[in-house]
């Protein structure tokens, strides 16, 4: 099918002149999201405000036969976003309405183009909040959490996105309409609810989404330590774990990353220490003093330098400062360095940080660490010089490496930004064929077409029949998400502290 | 005929098919694997057989359901019951679906585990069936669903194909989550072989307080107004019919309330004290391992009688309850069920208002808005054929008008929806099923 003008008024007629996009400048910032060394131009970017809206769009989408990639705010690093096949790309951005907030009962229906942390903000004044943070919390939506099934650093005490959605309605690709789950927990149909969850728009475009709120905690305390090796924080992480206390967060920086985020931002980091360790409790206030006095002697134990606890809110937002502009930092430092977003039991974390700084030593490469060392969610970061081609290859050797020995052992190739493109291929590492099968088969009953975000998450293209370059495709870099220093119109906004990881 | 025989196991793995009843009715064959392989030539050959096939844990509840038409197997899946990973420092167990909640519990709990998940007699409830059902206890919100906790799983399609989705870390979004689809669809997808759970740690004190309550102060949403807030770990209501059946809820009062904290030592006691100002001096308070068995006799209470409504509400207080506890709700007649006190209320509350839900016949666990009614009111002794039959439609339409939306009809006949699902909806749940069950191979569709 060739694009023509009377598609644009077509689809003008049926969300209105402002809900399309088609002009060169506009097409180019919809090519890709934050892995930005994919890109495809869409033929056209659509805005739409309401469920009826995408329903038209998808019925309009299916007679026409083109493929369909919903966006939120596009800070995913795997490329779940980027149409790699062309079509439409449906962005949620103007669907950002709160809908109705149910204070007594604490739950709140939004739209899926509404940023994570403007939920929170809204219901503040009820003393509840959405527990759900990435760290991208400040632009990323909540529609795009739910694609992901985003997590966060609060997310080793509250769990992921997940286990936070009670309800949502989506649009299927014929263009009809289910409302799965519903306020209530384990309301009918949650299970198809929770199989949506996390599909990364392969399934269904959701449009609309009860979230569970929490009460406030009445109170939080942040800790701040210093150890002279990385082994000696992870080790303090497991013993908190082993005593009994599950802390809302729990993040280590290493030396690389902390030096970096000091020489930026001046916050009295230790740029000496082998690696920092961040650790947040909350929840009664009563019980709180308890959990410090315990965390802080088994740090202690373990051989901290230094406790730092903060002792206000401007103290605590400063410590988190800090940990939130990890990618930012390396952004500005780095010439070129790739991501990943790997999982590996809790209690290997050592073993696996020994291993990714002696892989990267091997091919004479330096590695930052900076990772959600609560549920052993690691980021490392494979710096190079983007200049030098060669580098650039062993480092992507390098990730591949890493990503290998996640799953070797015993963990996973992506613990929160999903598989997008980029993993893609990492999948069949992960899986053996007939757990791919069966996701394929779930795949193409539910999205028969394939245009719905087609060839994501599965290897081997895809479920796009009309697509003939998938193949082509299966690039080299799968598993790690490159961001050179310039990298055209899909930079981090450097507004808001580029907080991705 | 010897099905085992043609479903291709050793007749050493046949079982006694009266054991599998279903309302009474055996199925034509029982197997029990005795390993995932054997599992899996099970399933495969059933397929290949066009028979149909039931997934049977402990039988806790489905030895209440009805038999479906086609009741060719019963697969007793209690032959894997083996722990394959347990790493307590991670926070993480791995299992087979044949070992029971009980065997799991024990042996998180040595570690200075919680295990999250609670099942009406866990001693022979498995955790294949506790997926299956996305069962939960009293303590639902605190813990999460299965659903919530369920990492990664092992199971096997309709026609036979062994696969695996999520995995043994807590935090995964590598590929889609049929692990989570799989828990409440009854059996009726795939058969569950493994799973990983995410556990936590045993909290440091546990507390339950029981309250005797007449019907007014259950239906009083002033009072109850703080407690979502409060985050209980229970907050449950019991109707009395069923708190006759355990000398330790309240007898002589329509209902009996317990209200229940975990956390923090000090936390714990703070929060009782909150709730003597809300509520007044309990009849009993219990502490730690006494709590943690009152959790358990709660969970038993939804298998005390046949069959069985299970509903749910976002109204997470005992007020939930109001329209029915007190005389004012639709289909009244005088004093409701609940408001007759002790025994008598079963058979009367079901003639005389069939439309009403029987809340001497409830036990409504109000921290995650969940209910269990059983309309029959049947003694599990008796058998649900004795009991008048009340208008279970209509109290399905009544419970809806209210916020109730139905999450099973265990053991109950063809039911009218109060809102039936759209043709879209219907149109989903066939492709879900056409993906994992293309043959039809398990028989309890839903």
Redesign the interface.
């Known amino acids: 099918m060739s694009w023509t003008s009377d598609h644009l008024a077509e689809l003008r007629a049926l969300l209105g002149p402002d809900g399309v996009l088609a002009s060169d400048a506009a097409l180019f910032t919809y090519e890709a999201d934050a892995l930005v060394l994919e890109r495809t131009r869409p033929d056209v970017v659509v805005l739409p405000r309401s469920t009826d809206e995408v329903a038209a769009l998808l019925r309009w989408a299916r007679a026409h036969q083109l493929p369909v990639t919903p966006r939120g705010a596009g800070t995913g690093l795997a490329g779940g976003a980027t149409p790699e096949f062309g079509g439409v790309v449906l962005s949620v951005n103007r669907m950002d309405q709160v809908l109705r907030v ?1 204070p ?4 709140a229906w939004v739209q899926p183009g509404l940023v994570n942390l403007w939920l929170s903000q809204e219901v503040a004044k009820h ?1 509840l909040y959405y527990a759900p943070d990435p760290a991208s919390q400040q632009v990323s939506t909540i529609g795009g959490n739910v694609s ?4 966060g650093p609060h ?1 080793l005490k509250y ?2 996105t ?2 936070h959605v ?1 309800g949502v309605t989506a649009v ?1 690709h014929d263009g ?5 789950g ?11 609810m ?2 949506i ?3 990364e728009g392969t399934l269904a475009i959701v449009t609309e989404i009860c979230v569970r709120l929490l ?1 406030k905690p009445e109170a939080v305390k942040t800790m701040l330590f210093d150890f002279t090796t990385i082994a000696q924080a992870c080790r303090t992480v ?1 013993a908190a ?2 005593a ?3 802390p809302a967060a729990m993040e280590i920086m290493d030396r690389h990353t902390t030096t970096l985020v000091e020489e930026w931002l001046h916050i009295g980091l230790p740029t000496d220490a082998g690696a920092v360790l961040l650790i947040e409790v909350d ?2 206030a ?2 709180l003093a ?2 410090v006095e315990r965390i802080s002697a088994l740090a202690v134990a373990e051989g901290t330098r230094s406790t730092r606890i903060a002792k206000d809110e401007a103290e605590r937002a400063s410590l988190w400062k800090g940990r939130k502009s990890a990618f930012g930092a390396y952004g500005r430092s780095a010439s070129g360095f790739y991501i990943m977003d790997g ?5 290997r974390l050592a073993e696996a940080l020994e291993t990714v700084y002696r892989l990267c030593e091997e091919r004479g490469l330096e590695a930052g660490n900076v990772f ?1 060392a609560g ?3 690691l980021h490392p970061h494979v710096l190079f010089n983007a200049d030098d081609p060669v580098a650039q290859k062993s480092a992507l050797e390098v990730s591949h490496e890493i990503l290998r020995m996640c799953i070797r052992f ?10 997008g493109i980029e ?1 893609r291929p990492m ?1 069949s590492e ?3 064929a ?6 394929g ?6 999205n028969p077409d394939g245009r719905l975000n087609p060839g994501k ?2 290897p081997g293209g895809g479920g796009c029949r009309e697509g003939s370059h998938a193949d082509a495709r299966e690039h080299a870099h799968a598993g790690a998400t490159f961001v050179p220093r310039s990298h055209g119109g899909q930079r981090p906004r450097e507004d808001v502290e580029g907080p991705w990881i | 005929m010897d099905l085992s025989a043609v479903i291709g196991l050793d007749a050493s793995r046949a079982v006694d098919p009266a054991s599998y009843a279903m309302s009474g009715r055996a199925p034509g064959a029982a197997v029990r694997p005795a390993n995932r392989d054997e599992l899996v030539e099970a399933v495969r050959a059933a397929a290949g057989e066009r028979l149909g096939v039931v997934p049977w844990g402990g039988g806790v509840a489905l030895s209440w359901e009805r038999a479906p038409e086609r009741y060719d197997i019963a697969l007793d899946l209690r032959g894997l019951a083996k722990i394959v990973e347990f ?6 167990l791995t299992a087979e679906c044949g070992v029971t909640i009980e065997a799991l519990r024990d042996a998180v709990a040595a570690r ?1 585990l919680e295990l999250p998940m609670e099942a009406a007699k866990a001693w022979g409830a498995t955790l294949g069936g506790t997926l299956a059902a ?1 069962a ?1 206890g009293p303590r ?2 605190l813990l ?2 299965p ?2 906790r369920i990492l990664g799983a092992r199971f096997v ?1 309709g026609d036979g ?5 999520g ?12 692990h ?6 009854h059996g009726s997808l795939a058969v569950i072989v493994e799973a990983s759970l995410k556990l ?3 909290p ?1 004190a546990r507390a339950a307080m029981i309250y005797a309550m007449e019907a007014g102060d259950v239906a009083d949403a002033a009072r109850w ?1 703080r407690f ?2 409060m ?1 209980p770990a229970v907050l449950s209501v019991v109707g009395s019919a069923i708190a006759m059946r355990n000398p330790v809820f309240a007898h002589g009062t329509a209902f009996t309330v317990v209200v229940g904290f975990e ?5 714990v006691e ?1 929060m009782c004290a909150a709730t003597r100002d809300a509520l007044g001096t309990p009849k009993l308070k219990l502490a730690g391992a006494s709590a943690l068995t009152l959790w358990q006799h709660l969970a038993d209470l939804e298998e005390l009688m046949g069959p069985r409504l299970t509903l ?5 207080t005992p007020a939930a309850l109001a329209a029915w506890a007190t005389g004012d709700g639709a289909g009244a007649t005088g004093d409701g069920a609940g408001a007759t006190g002790t025994g008598a209320g079963a058979n009367t509350a079901a003639a005389g208002a069939p439309s009403r839900p029987p809340l001497d016949r409830a036990v409504f666990h109000a921290a ?3 209910l269990h009614v059983f309309p029959h009111g049947a003694d599990v002794e008796d058998g649900a054929a004795d009991a008048p039959s009340p208008d279970v439609d209509a109290m399905l339409l009544e419970l809806h008008a209210k ?1 109730f ?3 099973n009809a265990r053991g109950l006949a063809a039911l009218t929806p109060p809102s039936p ?5 219907r ?3 066939e ?2 099923r ?3 069950d293309p043959n039809g191979t398990f028989a309890l569709a839903r």
Do not use: W
Not at chain 2, 312 to 316: C, D, G, L, R
């Open positions: 149910d007594e009962r604490m739950l003393g992901t099934n985003a997590g997310c769990g992921v997940f286990n009670l299927l009809s309409v289910v409302t799965l519903g306020e209530a927990c384990d309301a009918p149909d949650s299970d198809l929770a199989l969850v996390g599909s009460p497991s774990i082993a009994g206390i599950v929840g009664p009563v019980g308890v959990q999982v590996v039991p809790r209690t959600h549920d052993g969610n015993g963990g996973t190739i992506s613990g929160e930004h999903g598989v993993k999948m992960l899986f053996a007939d757990d791919l099968a069966v996701m088969r779930i795949r193409d009953a539910v998450i599965l | 790493e307590p420092e991670d926070l993480t200075g996305n939960s639902r919100l999460g669903a659903r919530d399609t194909v062994a696969a695996r989705s995995g043994k870390v807590v935090k995964n979004v590598a590929g889609y989550g049929t989570r689809l799989l828990c409440g669809s936590q740690p045993a440091e107004a979502p807030r985050e956390g923090d030592a000090p936390h703070a749910t509400s976002a109204t997470h995650c808005g969940k916020g939306a139905l999450t699902p759209s043709s879209a909806l149109v989903l749940r492709q879900a056409q993906a994992l």
